[in-house]
Every structure is written in C-alpha cells, then in structure tokens.
C-alpha cells in the first residue's frame, strides 16, 4: 500500500513536534525514518495509525484521504518499541487476537498461526506464556501478531532498541527476508544509523519536526543535500573548491563537474571512500589522529590548513605524523554548488 | 544485600502475622463469644441452658426467609450494579484524554468515598424524593402535572432508594480500586488492541476485565458483604413490609427485654454464616463471568 504524509503539523500544547512532514512511502518499499532521539518519530508513526491527531496536513492511503479514518478501521499494523504482549494470553493467543477481532473462520487462525510460528522460528513456544520467553522471542511474537491478518502497511518502531547487537542483526535480517518474501510495505523508525542503511531501501531523514531529505537509502547516504543531512547518517567529509569550466578544483585536485554552475562549491565524501594507496593522482597527507575500533581504523589527516577522516580496514600499524597517500575516484564524488 | 521475594509464601505469611495476630484475637474472639452466647449460655442474666433452640426460634420465625431474600436481593443488585458502573468509569477514565475532568471527576468520586452513609441518605432524599429537588424542578418544567408522578423511591418494597445510596457509594470505590490497577495496566495493551481493530467493549472485556480480575472480585466482593451486613441505610428506609436482616437484628439488639440476647447472637452468627457463604458464591460467579473474557 502506498502511503502519503502530506505537510502534517502536529502539537502538544503549544510545543510543535512535527512542522509540516512530507513522506512518501512506497509500495513495497522497506522505508526508514532515521531521527535523533526526540525527534517526533513515535509521534509520527501513531499518527499514521491515528492514535494521535494532527493540527494540520492529511494521511492517505492508496490516494485515499483518512486522516478522520478512526484507529481500527484502517487496517495498518503496528509493532511496537517493547513487544506489548497480553500478559494473560499465551504466544498462540496473542498471535490470534487480529484474527480473532476480524472474525477469521477457526482452520485459517490455526493454520495462520502455524506458520508464523515457522516463519518467525518460534514453533516450540506456541503455549508459553510471554513471561515465559526472553525479551527477542517476545518481540517476534509481537511481529507474527502483527503479521497475521496480512496488513498492507507495516510500521516499526524501533523495534529491537532493546535486543542485544548480535540478536538485533538476525532480527533485522528476518524483517528484510520477510518483507522481500511478502513484498511487505514498512515504515522503520529508528535512530540507528547503521540499522536504517543495512534494512531500508529508502530513508527519510527527521531533524526537529521536519524532513531534512527523503530518497533512496544509498543516494541520501552518498549525496546529502546538505551538512545536516550529512551528518545525520555519519561523518563526512566536505572539502571546499570551485567550479570552472565543468571541472570542480580544490586543493586536492580536480574532478569532474559537468553540468554544475560556475562558482564555489563543497565535494561530498563519506570516510570510506576515501582510499589509501600510491597512484599518479594520490596526495601526500600526514595523520594528525588515530582510532582503532577493532577491525576498523579511524584516521584524521592533515593537508594545508585542511583535515579529512578516513576509515579503513587496512591493519597497518598507522603512527602520527606519519605521511600517507590518499586518492578518490571521480564518481565518488558528490558536488553541492554553495549558496 | 538480599532482595525480598513476595513470591515467598512463607514470608508472607511471616510479615502478616503481627496483624493476623490482632484481628484473630479481636475477631476470634468475639466471635466465639457471641458463638458461646447464641447457644443460650449466659450466667450472668441466669441462662445456663445450652442448645440449638434459639437458631431454630430465628429460622422458624415468619419473616426470615423473606427477610433473606430481600437482603440478598438489595445486596445483590446494589453491589452488581455499583460492579458494572465503577468498572465502566474506570475504564473510561483510563482512557480519557482530558486530565483536567478525570480529576475532577476522581475528586468528586473521592468526596463520595469518604462521606459517611447518612450524609448520603440525606443528600438522596433530598434529590429524589417525591418532593425532592429533581422532582420539583420536573414539576416546574411540566415533565410532570403531580408531584405524585415522580416514581416513588423509599419505603417501597422494592427497595429502590436503598440501591440508589449503595450504588452512590459503591460507584467511587470501586471505580477507585479498579482504576488504581488499570492504571498501573496502563494505555498501551489499548492501543495494541485498537491497532488491531478490536472495539472499546472488545478491549475491555477481552483485555482489561481479564488483567483486572483481582480487583474487580476484591472490590465487588467487599461492597457485596458490605451491603449484607449494613444496617443503617435500610433501616432507615426499609418500607413496612421488607426488612433487611440487619436491620431485624438491630431492634433485637435494642430490644429491652434482655430474654432476647440469645436470639439475638444466634442471628448474629447466622448472619456471619450466610455472609460468608453469600459472599464466596458470588465472588465465584464474578470470578467466572470476568475471567472468562480471555478465551
Ligand atoms: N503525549 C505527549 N505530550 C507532550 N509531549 C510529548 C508527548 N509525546 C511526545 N512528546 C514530545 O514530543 C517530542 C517527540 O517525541 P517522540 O516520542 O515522537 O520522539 P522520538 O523521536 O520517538 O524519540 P525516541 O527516539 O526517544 O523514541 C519529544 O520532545 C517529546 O517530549
Ligand atoms: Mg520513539
């Protein structure tokens, strides 16, 4: 189902959480909303479902405006941050409920049921109570639940903030299966920046209520419209230059800027793209910081006045002050004309 | 340092046991002594003949059946629908999404928690009676020709005045105990539910009777014995014809004729007797019908 956030405004009191949001999410696209903490996102998210109301903007579904569309008749699903399961119900209970509310006939609950067990790799606890499960199988029940009665549109609320990091991949490697094996639209809200580039095919970016950028998850990553969007989804580099002649030069050298107005602008390049290695077009820098984060290094060089991070896999034992070549490809490069 | 386990029974009891001390003692006590004094055992008046002849002088009277039934009728309906309204109430205040009426209305339930029963007499007679406010405001505005018209609430056989003042106070305190733990539930099972299409009465019945089960027995249960046992509302406006069994046993008890202390603790005892069993059925039957709602 394709879903449509159209300039919604939302307040609590007099304080503006969301200041005229504008999504669209595709169909069968796995959509991340990346925000810091505070950002709206939950709010965002009951407010597709309607458990909270808006100042202003619309909600459409399909094209279809149901903005006063109450809670249970729109038929979005919705998982929660904690796994919120009936305490009084056992995991096959609690997966029927949704089934039972609409009134499916008794074979199709049952033989639903079953497989979402499989599906979501729980078949042995079927007649546990949810107190009797750990906080990850608890959280793929609240999934199955979800699941059940086949919802065209699937919100996420950061839903494995609290698994540890090793369960949180294999779930959101069983999210990613599931949807491309269901071809299931989802909303993920997340502040997870790695979780939002490794399950989501796009992203929209929150920052203070408003939507920064919105696109492909790869593009927005690579090609941020601004500083802020940049630094929302990770470090950056942004190296000054000008244009001339369809040639973007700085004091690393030139690349190729066809198509761009002439006058200063800013060259775009996440840490790693940056490549450390001899050529005829590598630059002599010197490491002025270094990071180890285990098989990953961190590297801050100094060229001129200027400074660049890098990240890279190579397990040379870098020093300070030691001088290094760096070079990058032509299109790697992201070029924002300033002003 | 160790952490204390409730889920330890024997702990539990441990704790407790300073008060069960107390109360066995008071209770206990008294109530062995009434036992003692219901069988026609009393030196000090003379009595020293022992037997079951005053239980049968009390089950053998005309009225006492009748007077069973008619408390167990009061105590029944009152308690059901004082149940069913402080359950409802709580469930919407739970929900409610202006805090400044769900304080007001909490305040207001708390004031009617703690006025004393007879304020509340006054307070409904003055309301509802035929020449009551509510009936002369009707009369005014022509919703009535006769004060008479106005349905006739006390002195009645069927008791109705007598359920209006219990439900007027049953109503706060059950709404207070009940919400007191669906509050602690919390919204969140709700919005789950909605999500999923269920409706208000289907969450309630299927998610929060079931999760407030204890609450709604413990605090139906006690205003139900509570009503069994209370006197001074029917007393003061039984009609002629049905009399609550408390109510007979307080003229028994103010009785000069001191011949009827025997009978007067024989009644005692079976009113403790038929309260217990009275009580245990209907909590059974409450537990059933708010239990079964999960499955
Ligand atoms: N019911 C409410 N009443 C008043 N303010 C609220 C309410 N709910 C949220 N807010 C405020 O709105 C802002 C956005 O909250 P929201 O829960 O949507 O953030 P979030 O992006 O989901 O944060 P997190 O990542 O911590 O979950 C916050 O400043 C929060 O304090
Ligand atoms: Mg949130």
Not at chain 1, 71 to 90: D, K, N, W
Not at chain 1, 199 to 220: A, K, R
Not at chain 1, 262 to 271: H, K, N, Q, V
Not at chain 2, 220 to 232: D, K, M, P
Request: hydrophobic residues 45%.
């Amino acid at each position: 189902m394709k879903l449509h956030i159209k300039n919604v405004k939302k307040n609590f009191s007099s304080f503006r959480v969301l200041n005229g949001v504008d999504i669209i999410v595709e169909k069968g696209s796995f959509h991340a909303v990346l925000g810091v903490s505070g950002s709206g996102k939950s709010t965002l998210l009951k407010i597709i479902t309607g458990l909270e109301s808006i100042e202003g903007g619309q909600i459409l579904l399909d094209g279809k405006d149901v903005t006063h569309v109450p809670t249970e008749t729109r038929g979005i699903a919705y998982v929660f941050q904690s796994p919120l399961l009936f305490p009084h119900l056992t995991v096959k209970e609690n997966i029927r409920f949704g089934m039972e509310v609409k009134k499916y006939d008794k074979k199709t609950i049952e033989e639903r049921v079953e497989e979402l067990l499989k599906l979501l790799r729980i078949e042995d606890l079927g007649d546990r109570m949810p107190s009797e499960i750990s906080g990850g199988q608890q959280q793929r029940v609240s999934i199955a639940r979800a699941l059940a009665t086949e919802p065209s549109l699937i919100l996420m609320d950061e839903p494995f903030s609290g698994l540890d990091p090793a369960l949180r991949i294999e779930m959101g490697n069983l999210i990613k299966d599931l949807q491309r094996l269901l071809d299931l639209t989802i909303v993920f809200v997340t502040h997870d920046i790695n979780e939002s580039l490794r399950l989501s095919n796009y992203i929209s970016l929150l920052d203070q209520g408003e939507i920064l950028q919105s696109g492909l998850t790869h593009e927005v990553y690579y090609k941020p419209q601004n500083r802020k969007s940049a630094s929302i989804m990770g470090d950056g580099n942004w190296i000054k230059g000008i244009i001339k002649a369809n040639r973007f030069s700085s004091s690393f050298g030139d690349v190729s800027a066809i198509g761009f107005p002439t006058g200063e602008a800013e060259m775009f390049l996440r840490p790693h793209q940056v490549i450390i290695g001899e050529s005829r077009a590598a630059f002599k820098v010197k490491i002025s910081g270094i990071s180890r984060l285990g098989k990953e290094t961190q590297l801050t060089v100094a060229y001129g006045e200027e400074f660049m991070k890098i990240d890279t896999f190579s397990n040379e034992n870098y020093q300070i002050n030691q001088e290094i070549s760096i070079m990058f490809t032509d299109s790697n490069c992201h070029i924002v004309p300033c002003g | 340092m160790r952490k204390f386990k409730p889920s330890n029974k024997t702990n539990k009891y441990l704790l407790a046991l300073p008060i069960l001390l107390i109360y066995g003692l008071f209770l206990g006590g008294g109530l062995i002594g009434v036992a003692i004094e219901s069988s026609g055992y009393i030196p000090a008046l003379g009595l020293t003949e022992v037997g079951m002849a005053h239980y049968m002088n009390i089950l053998s009277a005309p009225n006492f059946w009748s007077d069973l039934t008619y408390s167990l009728y009061i105590a029944f309906f009152a308690a059901t629908i004082s149940t069913l309204l402080g359950v409802y109430m709580a469930y919407r205040l739970l929900l409610s999404k202006h805090k400044k009426i769900e304080i007001l209305v909490k305040k207001i339930m708390q004031m009617g928690m703690i006025l004393p029963y007879l304020y509340m007499v006054f307070l409904v007679l003055i309301l509802f009676s035929r020449t009551g406010l509510i009936s002369r405001v009707m009369y005014n505005l022509g919703f009535i020709e006769t004060l008479e018209q106005f349905p006739q609430l006390f002195y009645t056989p069927s008791g109705a005045g007598i359920i209006l003042i219990f439900v007027m106070k049953g109503v706060p305190f059950v709404t207070l105990f009940v919400l007191n733990i669906m509050g602690r539930i919390g919204k969140y099972y709700y919005q789950v539910a909605k999500i999923h299409g269920a409706s208000d009465f289907y969450i309630l019945k299927k998610i929060y009777l079931p999760l407030s089960s204890t609450a709604i027995i413990w605090s139906s249960s006690i205003v139900f014995i509570y009503y069994l046992g209370a006197f001074e509302v029917p007393y003061l406006l039984n009609s002629n014809k049905n009399v609550n069994l408390s109510s007979r046993l307080y003229s028994l008890y103010i009785d000069t004729n001191i011949s009827t202390i025997p009978d007067a603790m024989a009644y005692n005892m079976l009113l403790v007797i038929i309260g217990i069993i009275a009580v245990v059925v209907y909590s059974q039957v409450l537990k059933r019908i708010v239990k079964g709602g999960g499955h």
